[in-house]
């Protein structure tokens, strides 16, 4: 059975891992950090793009055109939450007027059905929350939204659940090609062999590539940071909100998210630091004002739970970089619309390799279908009630912001992929997503981590490595 090697978790990587775990193959994903979905999947702004923004015929286009297409069908079938919200591009000038004309036609060039340039009276009946002084909006009917990492953490623990093998803290340090094929290597000398090689690395995509003597291309990181307000604002607005774009991007967006909180950003700086993901007072200062020029009255920020910052990989050729050499695939460069043009980015990625000369045999036993892990949070009282009868650990709320029970924690231990710290409960269940930030049910999850993992209390970390919440006991 023929060997394919993954490189990177984020959701690129793991939409190729399921796509792969559908054949007859042996597909391994190897990950640096200690869980899935922790480099550009874990801070973005969570939107499933219309594909008007993207130059006509290119990579981006295509990909983000069909990519939205198939995204609510994936959703439904990894039982993560896709909302189709639909987005408008507000224009405040004749100016923006005439970027979104271009915009309009761009979109329909690319194959975007619905989208039209709209009025100040049809956009305010539509949100009524939104500027004043904004004179039209370019408005696209199937831009959506989902969670970047829900939809990553389903992604390969359906993969997994189809025989996909998921090894984490495994930094590639060097790749050897070989009359076999490739060996991956890790900085503490363990190896791993595959026929196949598929570098899905991010911002590290660039490094990975020179590993194999690839310098075709260069990868550096653009900060985008965010603010995330809490469930009291999410009806702020029911569209996702950009303003007229620029060369630097979409720029700050306002948006709701598939869980009713509001999210706003991101900003756009690029960097030469792949590690710095530090929050900045001028980088949110920036935000809160822009955001605010979008929204009549402005954005309630005195309720915002929290920030973040997300690095963006841009590549130097304007364009997604995916391509196949003697058995070891690119798929580089992979920014915005990314999120959105990861179900298709796979299926070429298949189709790469099939043309490289690997066969591909259907797995008999491939299971597309992976049950909601938010089940239990929507179910009714009286289903709640029988599952509870079932397992009494969901009768024990932890998270008290975000009503979690035991037993939805101890699911995402449980499941593929296992959560291991602090955060990995955090993505899957929401609990310490809340108003507190894990104020109160911190230690509870802790608690339930070293229980199930078998480890000291002592040792549990928030994110892996070297990051504990403890030093010792004081009795």
Not at 52 to 65: L, P, Q, T, Y
Not at 279 to 284: F, I, S
Request: aromatic residues 6%; glycine residues 10%.
């Amino acid at each position: 059975m023929k060997k394919v090697a993954i490189i990177g978790s984020g959701v690129i990587g793991a939409m190729i891992a399921r796509e792969l775990s559908r054949y007859e193959l042996e597909v391994t994903v190897f990950e640096k950090e200690s869980d899935v979905a922790m480099g550009a999947t874990r801070a973005n702004s969570a939107i499933v793009h219309a594909g008007f923004d993207a130059k006509e015929g290119s990579m981006k286009a295509k990909m983000n055109v069909a990519g939205s297409f198939m995204m609510e069908q994936v959703c439904s079938e990894l039982g993560v939450k896709y909302v189709r919200n639909g987005s408008l591009v507000i224009g405040f000038n004749d100016e923006d007027r005439a970027e979104l004309e271009r915009l309009c036609a761009r979109g329909k060039s690319n194959g975007v059905e619905g989208l039209r340039v709209i009025e100040k009276t049809e956009l305010k009946a539509l949100e009524p929350n939104i500027s004043d002084n904004a004179t039209c909006a370019l408005h696209a009917p199937t831009g959506a939204i989902v969670c970047p990492y829900e939809l990553c953490i389903a992604s390969i623990g359906n993969a997994m659940d189809n025989g996909v093998k998921l090894i984490l803290d495994f930094e590639v340090a060097s790749i050897e090609r070989t009359e076999k094929g490739f060996v991956l290597s890790s900085g503490d000398g363990r190896r791993a062999m595959a026929d196949y090689v598929i570098n899905a690395a991010g911002i590290y995509s660039d490094k990975i590539a020179k590993m194999t003597g690839d310098n075709s291309f260069e990868v550096h990181p653009r900060r985008g940071e965010y603010v995330l307000l809490d469930r009291e604002c999410g009806s702020t607005v029911s569209h996702t909100i950009f303003r007229t774009p620029s060369k630097m991007g979409k720029g700050i967006l306002v948006t709701p998210t598939v869980d009713g909180n509001l999210l706003t950003g991101p900003t756009s700086v690029d960097m030469e630091d792949k590690e710095d993901k530090s929050t900045t007072a001028q980088g949110l200062a920036k935000l809160m004002g822009e955001a605010c020029e979008n929204i009549e009255g402005g954005v309630a920020y005195g309720k915002t739970i929290t920030s973040f910052c997300g690095l963006r990989a841009v590549g130097n050729t304007g364009d997604f970089i995916i391509n196949e050499k003697a058995g070891f695939v690119n798929a580089a460069g992979i920014e915005s619309p990314g999120l959105s043009s990861a179900p298709a980015i796979a299926l070429y990625v298949r189709e790469l390799l099939e043309n490289a000369g690997l066969e591909l045999i259907s797995k008999k036993t491939f299971n597309p279908i992976r049950e909601p892990k938010h089940r239990f949070r929507e179910a009714s009282i009286e289903e709640k009630n029988e599952i509870i009868a079932r397992d009494p650990a969901y009768g024990r709320i932890i998270c008290r912001c975000e009503t979690i029970s035991e037993g939805e924690i101890l699911d995402a231990i449980r499941s593929n992929p296992p959560a291991r710290d602090i955060d990995g409960v955090k993505r899957r269940t929401r609990a310490g997503m809340g108003r507190c930030q894990g104020g109160f049910c911190g230690p509870y999850v802790m608690e339930l981590i070293a229980k199930e993992r078998g480890i000291e209390f002592e040792k549990v970390t928030k994110a892996g490595g070297n990051s504990t919440m403890v030093i010792g006991k004081t009795k």
